[in-house]
C-alpha cells in the first residue's frame, strides 16, 4: 500500500472517515463521485478505514457507524452547501447529537465529529478555475470574451445553496481570468431555462457546482441548455471527465463541464474538512 503522508499520518492513522454523498434510487450516477473520491483516498492509506454512506442508496447513513471499528470517526458531507441534508438528515439518521458525538458502537467507545460540507472549502474554487482555464487554453479562447456558468441546484426553501453557488462565483470573479462569472439555477432565479439573458460573451463555459453527475448534471441541466443529453459526448464526458462541447446555440459557444464533485482535487478537499477539525 502507500505510505501514509508523514504531516497526516499521526493525526489520522487511527481514525476513519466517512464520507456522505446523496445517493439516488434512480441514478446509479448520483453515487459515482463519492465512491471515486473514496477510492483515492483509500489509496493514499492516510486513514485507518475509509467509508462511504449515501442518504438514498446503500450503504445507507444510518446503518454505516456500525460498520465501522475506529475509535475516531470523522463524518464529511460530500454536498455543495450546508442545508437540510447537513442539518437535520444526517444528525437525525445517524443519530448525532451535535458537532461532536461520543456514542458507544459495536466496537466500544467511539467519538463522531462532523465535518464541514465540501463545497463550503474556499479551495473548491480552484477546483472550479482549473477545469475552466483548461477548456480556454486548449481551445485557445479570448478569457474577456469567455464566460463562466455555475450552476446550483437552488431552493425556494433554502437559500444556503445559492448562497454557496454565488459565493465561489464571486470568487472566480475577483481571480479576474474570465470577463464574466455568472450563476444559474435550477429551482430559483435566474434560473438555467433563461441562460441567454445571463450573459452576451461569445463563448460560455458551463460548470454545474454539484458534487454528483446525476439526473440534474447528465439530464437536467443540459436540456435546459440545449443540448440533447444523449450525445455520445456527454457520456464520454461524464466517464472521462472530458468537457463537451462546444455546442453552437443560438450565436454561441457552449462547453459542459462534469459535477464539481468528480474532480481529482476534491479528494484533498474532503482531507482538508477533517484535518479542519482536529
Known amino acids: 500500500m502507500p505510505p501514509r503522508s508523514p504531516a497526516a499520518a499521526p493525526a489520522l492513522a487511527d481514525a476513519a472517515l466517512v464520507i456522505v454523498g446523496h445517493g439516488s434510487s434512480i441514478s446509479a450516477n448520483s453515487s459515482l463521485a463519492t465512491t471515486l473520491q ?31 471499528a475506529a475509535p475516531r ?13 447537513t442539518s ?13 458525538t461520543e456514542r ?7 467519538t463522531v465529529v462532523l465535518c464541514e460540507p465540501v463545497g463550503t472549502n474556499p479551495r473548491i474554487a480552484r477546483v472550479v478555475a482549473g477545469r475552466a ?13 469567455t464566460c463562466l456558468m455555475l450552476v446550483g441546484h437552488g431552493s425556494k426553501r433554502n437559500a444556503q445553496s445559492s448562497i454557496q453557488t454565488q459565493a465561489i462565483a464571486a470568487a472566480l470573479a475577483d481571480q479576474g481570468v474570465f470577463a464574466e462569472v ?5 429551482e430559483q432565479d435566474p434560473t438555467v431555462a433563461n441562460w441567454r439573458q445571463a450573459t452576451t460573451a461569445e463563448s460560455v463555459i458551463v460548470m454545474p457546482f454539484m458534487i454528483s453527475n446525476g439526473l440534474h448534471g ?11 443529453p444523449a450525445d455520445p459526448a456527454m457520456a464520454r464526458m461524464a466517464e472521462e471527465g472530458i468537457p463537451a462541447g462546444p455546442y453552437a ?8 463541464c462534469r459535477a464539481v464533485g468528480s474532480e481529482p482535487g476534491v479528494a484533498d478537499i474532503i482531507v482538508d474538512q477533517v484535518l479542519a477539525r482536529i
Open 38 to 68: 473514496g477510492n483515492e483516498i483509500r489509496r493514499r492509506n492516510l486513514f485507518a478505514e475509509v467509508h462511504e454512506a449515501f442518504w438514498k442508496e446503500a450503504p445507507f447513513l444510518g446503518d454505516v457507524l456500525d460498520d465501522v
Open 73 to 85: 470517526i470523522f463524518v464529511v458531507p460530500n454536498l455543495a452547501c450546508r442545508g437540510y441534508i
Open 88 to 100: 437535520s438528515v444526517i444528525p437525525r439518521t445517524m443519530g448525532l447529537t451535535g458537532r461532536v
Open 104 to 110: 458507544i458502537g459495536r466496537h466500544g467507545h467511539q
Open 133 to 145: 482555464e483548461a477548456i480556454v487554453t486548449e481551445f485557445g479562447l479570448a478569457a474577456e470574451r
Open 182 to 186: 455568472t450563476v444559474a439555477f435550477l
Open 218 to 228: 447528465a439530464e437536467d441541466v443540459p436540456a435546459l441548455l440545449g443540448i440533447d
Open 249 to 256: 446555440i443560438d450565436g454561441r459557444r457552449v462547453w459542459y
